[in-house]
């Protein structure tokens, strides 16, 4: 399990079901972050528009806008 509580807004992810989102909301209770789908291959009504993710869904995260680390920690 992931801390997401340090995901800062502007983080790009990558979730599960395919689809890269941006961190627009840090996460408030440590459960979910708040996010706006950018790309989403299986979904594509979803893009622009704002949910919540929790850390099962994130597979992959990058902060630099390069790399896209596919570990499960954040620490």
């Not at 708040?34 to 992959?60: H, N, Q």
Request: no cysteine; charged share 25%.
């Amino acid at each position: 399990m992931m801390d997401i509580k340090v995901l800062k807004a502007g983080t790009k992810l990558q979730l599960e079901d395919g689809s890269t989102a941006e961190v627009i909301e840090p996460s408030q209770d440590g459960i979910y972050v708040k996010i706006r789908y950018l790309e989403s291959p299986f979904s594509p009504e979803v893009v622009g528009t704002e949910g919540l993710a929790s850390d099962y869904e994130i597979t992959g995260f990058t902060t630099d806008g390069s790399h896209t680390d596919t570990g499960k920690s954040l620490q």
